[in-house]
C-alpha cells in the first residue's frame, strides 16, 4: 500500500474515511495537552482537522498528496489551519522533545518501520505528552470488515507495550467495536486502543 494506492484511493471527491474524527481520537481529543500535534498517516485529514479545533497547531504526515490535498480542503471548510507534510513515515523524522500528542489510528506500517517509528514517537513527546493510537488486531482478519489482510501489519497491546516502552499506559485495552467510518471502515471491528503519557 504504496503512495501510489493511497493517492489512488483518495482521488474520489468524497471521504472515504469520512469527515468526522476516528471516535476514539474524539474520545481522547480532552487528554492530550495544549500545544503542538503530530497526526502520523493523518491520510484525508479528519483527526487532525478535529484537534485543531481544540486550538493545537496540527501537522498531518502523510505519502498521499491526493489524501493531504482533502485535509487542507475540510481544514478550510471547517475554518481552521492545519500543517501538512507529505513524506513516506519510513523516511521521516519525528522531532525529539517537541509534541505534546502523536496521534496515529489504522497506520499499519511494516513491523520494523513501525517500531523504528514508535520508538521516535516516545522521545517526540514533550513530558506529560501523549501517544493516542487505535490500530486493528489479529482477531480482525475473521471480521474482514477493513485493515490490512497479513497479520504481521496488525498490533497486538503486548508488543505495544514494548514499541511504547518509558511511557506510561493510561489505557491499554483490547476491544471489539462497531467501526463507523465513512466507507472504508465500516462493521464490527477487533481493535488495540492505547493512550501513553511521558512522565513530567
Not at 77 to 89: F, G, H, M, N, P
Not at 164 to 179: K, M, N, P, Q, T
Request: glycine share 10%.
Amino acid at each position: 500500500m504504496d503512495a501510489a494506492f493511497w493517492n489512488n484511493r483518495f482521488a474520489a471527491p468524497q471521504y472515504i474515511y469520512g469527515e468526522i474524527p476516528n471516535a476514539f481520537v474524539a474520545e481522547m481529543a480532552s487528554k492530550i495537552p495544549a500545544g503542538p500535534v503530530l497526526c502520523l498517516a493523518e491520510g484525508e485529514g479528519r483527526n487532525a482537522v478535529h484537534l485543531a479545533t481544540f486550538g493545537h497547531t496540527v501537522t498531518a504526515v502523510d505519502q498521499s498528496e491526493a489524501g493531504l490535498a482533502k485535509a487542507r480542503r475540510l481544514a478550510a471548510a471547517r475554518v481552521v489551519e492545519i500543517e501538512t507534510v507529505l513524506a513516506d513515515l519510513g523516511n521521516f523524522t519525528i522531532k525529539p522533545g517537541v509534541w505534546s500528542g502523536i496521534v496515529a489510528t489504522f497506520a499499519h506500517l511494516p513491523p520494523a518501520i513501525r517500531r523504528i517509528v514508535h520508538a521516535q514517537a516516545v522521545r517526540g513527546l514533550r513530558p506529560g505528552g501523549v501517544f493516542v493510537l487505535e490500530a486493528y488486531t489479529p482477531a480482525q482478519l475473521a471480521f474482514d470488515t477493513g485493515g490490512p489482510k497479513s497479520p504481521e501489519l496488525l498490533m497486538t497491546l503486548a508488543n505495544l507495550r514494548k514499541e511504547f516502552a518509558g511511557l506510561e499506559f493510561v489505557i491499554g485495552r483490547e476491544i471489539e467495536r462497531d467501526v463507523i467510518e465513512g466507507d472504508g471502515h465500516t462493521g464490527r471491528g477487533a481493535v488495540v486502543q492505547v493512550l501513553a503519557r511521558r512522565h513530567e
